[in-house]
């Protein structure tokens, strides 16, 4: 579930039969629900989608690579390490 350089990791409570990573992963891809409201500033970072029954929210942040802080310039492969959030909404 990672791209070129990248990392993944899917930490859940409780035991699941299925697999659902690549049911998250496939929905995050096809997620184009973006609008004024969960994205004022047309930065695609945000977003809410139902899955599984329930309610989820997921949130890009941007840091840097080296340093536990946000990055200065997010749009720059070298000066950014981007990893996406998900939890239940309820959870919030």
């Known amino acids: 579930m990672a791209g070129d350089g990248g990392a993944a990791a899917l930490l859940a409570e409780g035991g699941v ?3 659902r990573g690549q049911a998250l992963a496939l929905a995050l ?8 409201g969960g994205d004022p500033y047309g930065e695609r970072d945000f977003g809410v989608l139902e899955l599984w029954g329930e309610r ?3 949130k890009i942040d941007y840091y ?26 309820s959870e919030y």
Do not use: G, Q
């Open 17 to 19: 039969e299925e697999d």
């Open 29 to 36: 891809a096809r997620y184009a629900s973006f609008d004024e």
């Open 56 to 58: 989820l929210f997921w």
């Open 64 to 89: 840097h690579p080296d340093r536990d802080e946000h990055s200065p310039v997010k749009w720059s492969t070298e000066l950014t390490r981007r990893v996406v959030t998900i939890m239940l909404a």
